[in-house]
């Protein structure tokens, strides 16, 4: 029987509400960013974020259901993100669905939001078990080794910020806009990758673990020298650094995949989370599955950073395991895989 599903999202600065059916058609997926609202204090806050949604959440899933041309009593059931998150806009989730789920008697589930990023492939590209994630965003790192639809084993990750907190910061030290990632991106394209000499942290270590933080501080200090020496920074300065940066990123990212591919091998190499829209990294990733004779999957650049459709498949393939939240359902800031 195909189910279809209601997805909600807002455990970050987007405000989303998608349907989905279980035979991977997505019959709506509406996405309200914030980044407006976050603009002039350099980084997402909290209680803007959370109040925003909850001014947004209930037009979205109308929306939603607009587009697909359907009510909720055409739904078979309402998946939510339960974290991880910032609660406050988790809340406003998982209070909207529970008002939904106990208006209408339809089933809920809790979906864990990295959950979400880490089945994508399967919506997108029906990929089958097993497979190698590599989730990079904004706020999560990890490589998970992925054999069901709620069987994820952690590989390796982060120590310290995640690569779109990296690309993030670098875009502000630059002054360059945020998000981070696309200014830096497109800064990148007319930069030499070779002028500065920009560390790869961790390639000396084994294992898949992976940090961001000193590559970060090296392009302060880069800045902050050119700035010392010349008054000031040149465009072509800004080109190189990003593009210096973004090459640092890949370079780290392609080898501790090579690295889980090795220790892991699986016929299939997916990406999640909004880093995976950087074409540099995608190209690097794509090489490393060749030459270890994988497939390499990146969902459209739309499902791979943060939206409902995602979380609405979460909750089918959670569902179809048996798996049904009730009233109790708590929003969880931290909820590890
Ligand atoms: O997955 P996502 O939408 O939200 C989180 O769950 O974090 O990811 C957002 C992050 C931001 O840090 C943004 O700068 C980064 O993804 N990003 C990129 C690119 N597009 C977005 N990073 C590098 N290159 C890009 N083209
Ligand atoms: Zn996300």
Redesign the pocket.
Known sequence: MTLTFLGIESS?DDTAAAIVRSDATILASVVAGQVALHESFGGVVPEIAARAHVEKLDLCVEEALAIAGLTLADLDGVAVTAGPGLIGGVMAGVMLAKGIAAGTGLPLVGVNHLAGHALTPRLTDGIGFPYLMLLV????CQFLHVTGPEQFQRLGGTIDDAP??A??KVAKLLGLPQ????A??AAARNGNAGRFDLPRPLLDRPGCDLSFSGLKTAVLRVRDGLVAAQGGLHEQDRNDLCAGFQAAVADVLAEKTRRALAASPVPVLAVA???A??STIREALQRVADQAGAAFVAPPLALC??NAAMIAWAGIEAFRMGRRDDMTLAGRPRWPL
């Open positions: 970050c965003s904004g706020g999560h779109g907190e690309f993030d998000p981070g990632g696309p830096v991106q989370g909004g880093v829209a950087n950073t943060d």
